[in-house]
């Protein structure tokens, strides 16, 4: 069965600190993919990155780097220089591939985790 | 109008009363999900239609009724609930299923009297 484990509950930082979110997973299928979203207190889960299991090549997209290491299924997530407007929580998500007739292929979310970055 | 928007954005209603969720997404996506997000609990998928057919239902109690007329709109009737249903119901939806990523809305918080 999928599972995606978001070890820090809440983490809260200084303006301009690095930080880095945790995300472990597990799975029995060979392909599968890995997200990141974050949910401002408006409500809204807002897509940061996917990641399929084949591409273990580090991403960064300005501030943000993404970190996979199949090795130890981890899929972390760091954010440098934080920012006010970073403040949000953060949830890891795994989605096994598509599967023929029979299947379904589910969006697991890990908990969650809240970021509080103070000024 | 872009992404996918969800009305109302907050409901309040009474556990005898009939209301209808509703979900529209401007993005061409063929599969359409609805989700609740509880205070205490990681994000529940509850159902998904692609191309329009249910194709996934989570054991969900049938006081919770979807409906997707069409690839575009998707609506989750609701009847007879309880206050523990009440939760922050989210709508998303994706290119395809199989592992696209899932674009959602603003979500309806919903509070069951």
């Known amino acids: 069965a999928q599972k995606v484990t978001q070890a820090q509950t809440e983490i809260s930082v200084v303006e301009k600190e690095d930080v880095t979110l945790d995300c472990v997973y597990e799975t029995r299928d060979t392909t599968y993919y890995l997200f990141w979203y974050k949910q401002p207190p408006s409500g809204e889960l807002v897509f940061l990155i996917r990641?399929?299991?084949?591409?273990?090549q580090n991403e960064i997209s300005g501030r943000y780097s993404w970190n996979f290491q199949k090795s130890t299924s981890s899929f972390n997530f760091t954010i440098t220089a934080s920012q006010v407007v970073d403040s949000a929580v953060y949830f890891c998500?795994?989605?096994?591939?598509?599967?023929?007739?029979?299947?379904?292929?589910?969006?697991?979310f890990g908990k969650g985790m809240k970021l509080t970055v103070n000024p | 109008e872009t992404g996918v928007t969800q009305t109302p954005r907050h409901l309040v209603m009474g556990m005898t009363n009939k209301k209808s969720l509703k979900c529209e997404q401007h993005l061409g996506h063929n599969a359409m999900y609805w989700y609740k997000q509880s205070a205490k609990k990681p994000l529940e998928l509850m159902f998904v239609y692609s191309l329009e057919e249910r194709v996934e239902n989570n054991s969900v109690p049938s006081r919770f009724s979807p409906e997707c007329p069409n690839s575009s709109h998707l609506f989750l009737h609701l009847h007879t609930l309880q206050p523990e249903d009440s939760a922050l119901y989210l709508c998303?939806?994706?290119?395809?299923?199989?592992?696209?990523?899932?674009?959602f809305g603003p979500g309806t918080r919903l509070t069951v009297l």
């Open positions: 990641r399929n299991s084949f591409d273990e």
């Open positions: 998303a939806s994706s290119r395809d299923r199989g592992g696209n990523e899932q674009f």
């Open positions: 998500a795994l989605s096994e591939a598509y599967l023929t007739q029979g299947g379904s292929e589910k969006l697991v």
